[in-house]
């Protein structure tokens, strides 16, 4: 039997041209997740994985199709994720992810490119069906299936998503109620209306203004093309074990959370390149996922998009204490957490808004972080080395971000960039901001004991 449901209205977003969530573009957005290993790949394994993976996940399996007007999830039992193999190196992964893969046959895909020394494997998936958690989930099994092939083993398919379920906004409706977005949408509006009232007494053009002012961003200095070999770029910071492990314990020592402590290191390194002088507000994105929202709570193995979004303020000098400002971040994370900020957020956004609601909601970050959290080390066969995991998500003219991961000990930052919107040599310098502020903190950890 055809399995079909309609894209909720925070789905069709992703599968409209020029929409955004708050200040990100979203339309048509590809997510790319894949590991770097060095060994023999085996194709024909590789596809019989992907195949259990669709078989497994109805979201992977299934087609957006028009039907009376309306679009809808229709999943195809037939579907065979196809799996394109050819000779590539790094600069070939790159050329691959600033490439907007077809998605009219199928929403999952994935490619191997064989290197001389190294080889990567790749996922494509619309963005539209899986976030972050639920794609690293899915490599995750993805190699688990692949180890056990190679062992001479197959792995039952999973239960936890054969059948269609609703878009993330669909399932909040559940546990949120209509009066709790009203309360939500009226503080924003009286939160607009200050901004406003400062802004007119400080003789500014329009109230509307007043939420962008009140964040200075991190200034554009592409050209509007962006780089020719590819407009998408990062500059990665990788640790070793031994460092992520000061960050953590850093974090346990100060009583916030590694996620706020990065928040407080990025604002930090962001503030050296806005040229502004004295004190200024700085604003942190945060993509938030939605899952403990849900009653019952979805799995991460779930494949679906449940990802929204939050800011956290402060004020932010030249030599600020990144310690100090992950602090500010906690707390304020924690009091947007308690007030349920991300679910009422995704599910306000829906809404028609007023003028300067909505601007006060899509006012862009200075930095926004995705922290995907802490990951087991894959499965692999013996044969097999891994060096690293890689996931990008870019669209043009999304505001620069930092894509965090940890994988077993390490702790990867990708700092990741529009390069028509902000250059090679600026991003590199947050980048090395990043790393002096991370190196900072590990050192006033040691010297406070």
């Known amino acids: 039997m055809t399995q079909q449901r309609l894209l909720s209205p925070f789905e069709i977003g992703y599968f409209t041209t020029d929409s955004h969530l708050g200040s990100v573009p979203i339309g ?6 894949g590991s770097v290993v060095r060994g023999e790949l085996d194709a024909g394994v590789l596809r019989r994985v992907l195949g259990e993976l669709a078989a497994g996940h109805v979201l992977l399996r299934s087609r957006v199709a028009t039907v009376d007007g309306v679009a809808r999830f229709v999943a195809d039992e037939t579907y065979v994720p196809p799996l394109e193999e050819r000779d590539g190196e790094t600069a070939d992964y790159w050329t691959l992810v600033n490439t907007r893969p077809a998605f009219e046959d199928g929403l999952f895909h994935a490619v191997l490119l064989r290197g001389a020394t190294q080889s990567r494997v790749v996922l494509v998936i619309h963005h539209g ?59 924003v509006e009286e939160l607009a209306a200050s901004f406003g009232a400062e802004s007119a007494a400080s003789g500014a053009e329009s109230a509307s203004l007043g939420a962008e002012s009140a964040s200075p961003m991190l200034p554009r200095d592409g050209d509007g093309v962006g780089d020719h070999s590819g ?49 200024v507000p700085l604003m942190c994105g945060h993509a938030a996922d939605l899952r403990p929202e849900l009653s019952p709570r979805l799995p991460a193995s779930t494949i679906l998009n449940c990802a929204s979004g939050a800011g956290t303020p402060a004020v932010v000098d030249r030599d ?47 930095i926004a972080l995705s922290n995907m959290g802490r990951m087991a080390t894959h499965s692999l066969p013996r044969h097999l080395e891994f060096v690293r995991d890689e996931v990008f998500a870019m669209a043009a003219g999304m505001p620069p971000k930092m894509t965090i991961f940890t994988v077993g000990d390490r702790l990867t930052i990708q700092v990741e960039y529009d390069t028509a919107e902000h250059s090679h040599a600026q991003m590199g310098r947050v980048a090395e901001a990043m790393s002096d502020q991370l190196a900072r903190v590990t050192r006033v950890s040691v010297v406070r004991g």
């Open 231 to 279: 407009r998408f770029a990062l500059r990665r910071i990788e640790l070793t074990a031994s460092r992520t492990a000061e960050v953590v314990d850093t974090a346990r020592a100060q009583g916030i959370s590694v996620n706020s402590l990065l928040a407080g290191a990025a604002l930090a390194a962001v503030r050296t390149e806005v040229p502004v002088t004295g004190p």
């Open 320 to 366: 600020a204490d990144p310690l100090a400002l992950g602090a500010i971040v906690d707390a304020s994370m924690r009091e947007l957490l308690d007030t349920r900020f991300p679910a009422l957020f995704m599910r306000a956004s829906h809404r028609p808004l007023d003028p300067s609601v909505a601007a006060m909601l899509s006012a862009p970050p200075a």
């Open 28 to 33: 048509g957005m590809p997510l790319f997740i």
């Open 129 to 187: 069906i899986s976030d972050g958690r639920s794609a690293f989930a899915l490599l995750d099994e993805m190699w688990q299936r692949y180890s056990a092939h190679a062992s001479g083993t197959a792995l039952p398919l999973l239960d936890s998503d054969r059948e269609l379920v609703g878009g993330v906004d669909e399932l909040l409706a559940r546990v949120t109620s209509d009066a709790e977005v009203d309360g939500f949408l009226a503080q």
